[in-house]
Nanobody, 112 residues
């Protein structure tokens, strides 16, 4: 049974930081490119960050470049998203993705 379980969301003030984590099971995580997406109600889901299976290559949406960092630990089947200098426009539900599998999301709210 495939599972992707996100955690780490919450309420943070503008300029603050959060670290999201996603623990995967039920598929071969170590050979899977992993991605973080986000979605605001009423808008399309947006690709935020991508990391290759070995972690040697990453890509970011222009809106988060220089502020967010994606990483992975293949020994722990975990992919993380470090989010710094958060802005109100980063408020969204963040989803972990690998292959066609999706987590249920974790809500990030950036507000004073």
């Amino acid at each position: 049974q495939v599972q992707l379980v996100e955690s780490g969301g919450g309420l943070v003030q503008p300029g603050g930081s959060l670290r999201l984590s996603c623990v995967a099971s039920g598929f071969t995580f170590s050979i899977t490119t992993m991605r973080w997406y986000r979605q605001v109600p009423g808008k399309e889901r947006e690709l935020v960050a991508t990391i290759t299976s070995t972690g040697d290559s990453t890509n970011y949406a222009d809106s988060v470049k220089g502020r967010f960092t994606i990483s992975r630990d293949n020994a722990k089947n975990t992919v993380s998203l470090q989010m710094n200098s958060l802005k109100s426009e980063d408020t969204a539900v963040y989803y972990c993705n690998g292959f066609q599998y999706w987590g249920k999301g974790t809500l990030v709210t950036v507000s004073s």
